[in-house]
Nanobody, 111 residues
């Protein structure tokens, strides 16, 4: 299996949007739960969103209604659309696929 690779982080003003992408190998990708965690400065890592191999999704309460997880099994990619971003969303976001983790991508939301 190949380590997932994230992209799409950056700096955005509060209320703005970002879309994170994560690429992973195809067959391993489709068989496993995938998603996103984040770690904010001084805080523990938290699950943001996940999607099972069957397509069921789960979200942290803090992002429900603002973030959407999606996938493209054919391309081995998972996405996180983040809307109405808040300064408290500032964190390093990590993609996971099964037990494999990416290196993380920084998201910074300015007030």
């Amino acid at each position: 299996q190949v380590q997932p690779v994230e992209s799409g982080g950056g700096l955005v003003q509060a209320g703005g949007s970002l879309r994170l992408s994560c690429a992973a190998s195809g067959s391993f990708f489709s068989r496993n739960t995938k998603g996103w965690h984040r770690r904010a400065p001084g805080k523990q890592r938290e699950l943001v969103a996940s999607m099972t191999s069957g397509g069921s999704s789960n979200y942290a309460e803090s992002v429900k209604g603002r973030f959407t997880i999606s996938r493209d099994n054919a391309k081995g990619m998972v996405f996180l659309q983040m809307n109405s971003l808040k300064p408290e969303d500032t964190a390093v976001y990590y993609c996971f696929v099964g037990n494999l983790w990416g290196q993380g991508t920084q998201v910074t939301v300015s007030s």
